[in-house]
């Protein structure tokens, strides 16, 4: 990540390219559209000060409520796995399908999500486990035991942790659905076409563009770190899919790596070795034990691999849907340059980005994966889920008094608002650059007065 001064950064906008022709001409103040006139009297350092002792008090406040609070969650996804794993033998079901679904979708966004952000790292006693340092990373023992899915733990933290986090809708953001879905949002081809293509993305993209995409990430993070180049004429925002590794035009891993260190585990594990384990049941007589004579190892074994993979299948759209829409939509905001982590642009960014959605109970809360406090999520990215459930109020009022815009909203309209996005019927908001300019000087000039205080 580059931070640069504002006065030596290079405007990003100043490249055209087919993503920033989009850019909204520069507005001189006064001259500001409706929904951007709460910028005219917006105090960014008023603002950031509040944000900031929130963000103090909230971990001080955090400690064995917090951990008590994981296990629930913990508690409630192993149900998911366990309703999932019991029923799956008996014949297509919803019961299996809902189960394994959720159960692979909450171990993802509530535990191993905030795991490894942090967010249990001073709180949680066992701290060979539940720290970032250690969770699911390391080993294939340690992926199998926290959080075993088609992304690899490593590769998700440098995309999602690092990249993703503190370059929110900024060029250089992985994640950013405008300029990904650019191909799609410009192809000259009938909506209803689009509609599909965004259908059939949001039901494979956990294993078709995301995992390969976040390997990708980790690959360019370690030549980073080596101080070595990049393979000629790579453009390392070119997007990794399963595409590009089958056609052998991926430079920086080959479809053998990507099978036996990225995916391979999942795909054994999942549809083949835990169907396997449920068929060998018929062999000890279990299933005459229950009364069920009538199956036999291959029914098992098959109605277990269709459970998995139909569970798959809702788990893609399920974590499309509380995923993708987080920061996408016609009222969501973009940005040109890079800003200082927790700086005032920084603290205003995550709110004019994020979209936060329904909230309140628990199983509200799990099956959003706690994804719904996405705003106090991306304002303080290390804090537990418990901490989010209690800011949210709190942020929503300070950014009511200082007029900023907190958007919050069903999670379904978001859906739709997102696609929206996707398919190019409309077009995400960019932060005046005249503000976003001021706000940066600001931030270099708060940054001078703390160092000169220090
Ligand atoms: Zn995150």
Redesign the pocket.
């Known amino acids: 990540m580059c931070r640069q001064d504002p006065v030596k950064m290079k405007s990003k906008a100043s490249t055209p390219s087919v993503d920033t022709i989009r850019t909204t001409p520069i507005l001189s103040k006064g001259k500001l559209d409706k929904e951007d006139q709460w910028l005219e009297k917006f105090d960014i350092n008023a603002f950031a000060t509040e944000i900031r002792t929130l963000g103090k008090e909230l971990e001080q406040q955090q400690g064995e409520a917090d951990v008590k609070h994981l296990n629930k969650m913990v508690l409630w996804s192993n149900i998911c796995a366990a309703l999932g794993l019991l029923t799956m033998g008996f014949g297509t079901n919803l019961i299996a399908i809902v189960g394994l679904s959720t159960w692979t979708f909450t171990r993802w966004t509530m535990i191993a999500?905030?795991t490894?952000?942090g967010g249990y790292d001073k709180c949680h006693p066992n701290k060979d486990r539940w720290s970032r340092f250690k969770f699911a990373i390391g080993s294939l023992w340690r992926r199998c035991n926290d959080w075993l899915d088609w992304m690899l733990p490593e590769a998700w933290n440098v995309e999602?942790?690092n990249r993703?986090?503190y370059n929110l809708s900024e060029l250089d953001d992985p994640d950013l659905v405008e300029r990904n879905l650019a191909e799609i949002r410009d192809a000259n081809i009938p909506l209803a076409l689009k509609y599909v293509i965004v259908f059939i993305a949001a039901a494979t993209w956990k294993w078709y563009y995301y995992s390969p995409n976040t390997y990708k990430e980790l690959k360019l993070a370690l030549l980073r770190k080596q101080g070595k180049p990049l393979p000629k004429g790579i453009d390392p925002e070119d997007a990794v899919s399963i595409k590009s590794i089958v056609l052998g035009i991926n430079p920086f891993y080959s479809a053998w790596e990507f099978l036996a260190v990225v995916i391979g585990p999942y795909m054994v594990i999942r549809f083949l070795l835990l169907p396997l384990f449920m068929a060998s049941i018929v062999g000890f007589g279990t299933t005459e034990l229950l009364g069920i004579t009538s199956l036999s190892f291959e029914q098992v074994f098959y109605s277990s691999l269709y459970n998995m993979l139909w569970a798959e299948l809702l788990t893609n759209l399920h974590g499309f849907v509380a995923i993708v829409p987080n920061h996408a939509g016609d009222d969501m905001y973009r940005f040109r340059n890079s800003c200082r982590p927790f700086s005032g642009s920084f603290y205003l960014r995550q709110v004019l980005a994020s979209a936060n959605f329904d909230r309140g109970t628990d199983i509200i809360d799990i099956m959003h994966g706690y994804?719904n406090y996405q705003i106090e999520?991306?304002l303080w990215?290390n804090l537990s889920m418990l901490s989010y459930q209690k800011a949210a109020p709190l942020v929503k009022e300070i950014c009511e008094k200082h007029g900023v815009p907190y958007v919050k909203e069903n999670v379904f309209i978001r859906t739709k608002k997102t696609i929206d996005i996707m398919t190019g019927t409309s077009t995400m908001r960019w932060l005046p650059e005249e503000y976003e300019r001021e706000f940066l000087e600001q931030d270099y000039i708060q940054e001078k007065l703390k160092k000169t205080s220090n």
């Open positions: 999500h905030h490894c952000h999602h942790n993703h986090h994804l999520h991306h990215p």
